[in-house]
C-alpha cells in the first residue's frame, strides 16, 4: 500500500496505492485513472452502511468507502454525532471484512492508532488540518493520511500540514480541497488551488459534496447546493485532479448528517461515468504533450 507508480514522465509525482481485503487495487495519482471515495457522511447503522457500500461497488467499481464513526464538529450540540469510536469501528471492520477498503476521520491523537487497526484512509477534518498533535499522530500509524484543507487555508499553506505528516516518515499523503470560506455561510472553489497542489509529490482529491456546502446556512444546521455538485466536479476533473470524494445518500432528505449537501445514490452512476468520460480525455492530452 503507497507503494510509488510512475507515469512513465519525468514527474516526480506518484501514486498512492489502496489495496482492499478483497485484492481490489484504488490508486491515486501519477496519471491512474480517477480514484473515488464514497459514502454517507456519517455511520447511520450498521445495516446501513453495508447497503450503502454494496450500492456503490455495484455502480461504480473499486471504491474507497467513506463513514465517519463521529462528527465532532457538528454546528449544533444536539445535531446527530454518530455511533462513537469503539461502536463505529467495529461496523467499520464488519464492512472491511467484506472486502472493503475503508477511510474514516479522526479528531484526536489518541484515535489515530485504534482508528488504524480499521480504516486503509486516516483522514483529518477541515477545521483540524493545521492540528499538529494529530497530523503527527496520523503519519506515525503508516497509514495513508487524507489531509482536508480548511476553509480558512491557502493552497499553498496547505503544504505545512503535509510537510508534518511526511516528517514522521510517512510520504502517504491525500490532500483534498473542500472549498474556502467566501463571505457567511458561503463556500467557493478556486480552481487555481488545484494546479497549486498538484504541483507537489502529493496527489490531490475534490471534496464535490462539501464544496457545495453552506456551512450553518441552515441555522443549526448547514445547507447546501447539490445541483452544483457535477458542475464543479467536471471543472476539477478537467483542471487534472487524481481523485473525487463524494459523499452519497440513498434519502439525503432523510440523512442524520449533510444531507443537504449529498448526491443522491441514484444520481451516482451517470455522474461518475461523465466524470471518467473527462478523465480520459484529461489524461490523453497529458500524455500527447507528456
Known amino acids: 500500500m503507497g507503494a510509488p507508480i510512475t507515469n512513465g514522465s519525468t514527474s516526480t509525482r506518484v501514486a498512492i496505492e489502496v489495496v482492499s481485503p478483497g485484492g481490489e487495487i484504488i490508486a491515486f495519482g501519477a496519471g491512474q485513472p480517477l480514484g473515488l471515495i464514497a459514502g454517507p457522511c456519517v455511520i447511520e447503522s450498521e445495516e446501513h452502511v453495508h447497503f450503502m457500500a454494496d450500492a456503490i461497488r455495484k455502480i461504480a467499481g473499486p471504491f474507497v468507502f467513506k463513514a465517519s464513526f463521529d462528527k465532532a464538529n457538528r454546528t449544533s ?64 500509524t503508516g497509514r495513508i493520511v487524507n489531509i482536508k484543507k480548511g476553509q480558512f487555508v491557502a493552497p499553498q499553506d496547505i503544504r505545512h500540514a503535509a510537510e508534518k505528516v511526511a516528517s514522521t ?39 464535490a459534496t462539501h464544496s457545495v456546502q453552506l456551512p450553518g446556512g441552515a441555522g443549526s444546521a448547514s445547507g447546501g447546493q447539490p445541483q452544483f455538485i457535477e458542475t464543479l466536479s467536471r471543472a476539477a476533473v478537467a483542471a487534472g485532479i487524481d481523485g473525487v470524494f463524494v459523499e452519497v445518500h440513498d434519502q439525503p432528505e432523510k440523512a442524520l448528517s449533510d444531507g443537504a449537501n449529498a448526491l443522491r445514490l441514484s444520481l451516482l452512476a451517470d455522474f461518475w461515468k461523465r466524470l471518467n468520460r473527462i478523465d480520459s480525455v484529461v489524461k490523453a492530452a497529458d500524455f500527447l504533450h507528456g
Not at 84 to 108: F, V
Open 77 to 140: 450540540a444536539t445535531g446527530f454525532r454518530g455511533p462513537g469510536l469503539q461502536e463505529g469501528l467495529r461496523i467499520l471492520a464488519g464492512l472491511k471484512a467484506a472486502g472493503y477498503a475503508i477511510l474514516t476521520d479522526i479528531h484526536e491523537p489518541s484515535q489515530a492508532e485504534p482508528a488504524a487497526q480499521v480504516a486503509d484512509i486516516l483522514q483529518i477534518p477541515a477545521f483540524l488540518c493545521r492540528q499538529t498533535d494529530l497530523l503527527l499522530a496520523a503519519g506515525r
Open 169 to 207: 516518515g510517512n510520504n502517504k499523503i491525500l490532500i483534498t480541497e473542500r472549498g474556502s470560506s467566501f463571505g457567511y455561510n458561503n463556500l467557493v472553489v478556486d480552481m487555481r488551488g488545484l494546479k497549486i497542489m498538484r504541483d507537489w509529490d502529493w496527489p490531490v482529491i475534490f471534496d
